[in-house]
């Protein structure tokens, strides 16, 4: 499964202010070329602004690569603290931007101090997860850009440290197959398709 390039030049207009951009696009997975993007936004007197939670601070580290803004979200990788995410999700008015409660604020401190320990883990559990999908007669497709034979793995070698624990697999029979077994939700695992999820 791959999802083609395109050019981002072809979406500036005369009334774009900023390109914004993914590290690692959700749900695709696409790695982008920061440096590439960076060049065509300054081309047209536009800031990069990229959204790095994919991948965490640990792994990349998007100004080294041309961006000139990087965000990310701290209800993921950052906090490493599921109890932490829903309580954002329950909370978003509180516990967002100037109003980041000093709980909050002492828990995404907690989280970040493990945050290296945690992200090596991530990818190397990741890959182990996406070489055994791989190799599954139930499979019939694996997106890991941190698998050495996904078309973006040496652009992902340039720009980060690792691939993040992120990975998507598609299973022969598409969602009808994947209905058969496995938990559908909670923390455990999430099966989903591309078409049942809203734009």
Not at 79 to 86: K, S, Y
Not at 147 to 159: S, T, Y
Request: charged share 15%; proline share 7%.
């Amino acid at each position: 499964m791959w999802w083609p390039r395109v050019p981002c030049t072809a979406a500036i207009q005369p009334s774009t202010r900023a390109v914004f951009a993914e590290t690692l696009g959700n749900p695709s997975l696409l790695v982008l070329d920061i440096a590439a993007v960076s060049d065509a936004a300054h081309a047209h007197g536009l800031p990069l602004i990229v959204d790095n939670t994919g991948p965490s601070p640990f792994l990349c580290n998007p100004i080294a690569h041309g961006a000139d803004i990087v965000v990310h979200s701290a209800t993921k990788y950052l906090t490493g603290d599921f109890g932490f995410c829903m309580r954002c999700r329950m909370e978003s008015l509180r516990v967002f931007g100037a109003a980041l409660s000093p709980m909050s604020a002492w828990q995404i401190l907690q989280g970040v101090e493990t945050l290296p320990l945690r992200m090596e883990r991530h990818c190397s559990n990741a890959l182990k997860v996406a070489a055994f999908l791989q190799s599954h007669p139930g499979v019939s497709w694996v997106n890991y850009p941190g698998l050495p034979d996904h078309p973006q793995h040496d652009l992902l070698l340039r720009q980060m440290r690792g691939a993040s624990g992120l990975l998507a697999f598609g299973v022969k029979g598409g969602v009808s197959g994947g209905a058969k077994g496995g938990s559908k939700g909670g923390v455990e695992a999430r099966v989903s398709s591309s078409s049942q999820r809203s734009s």
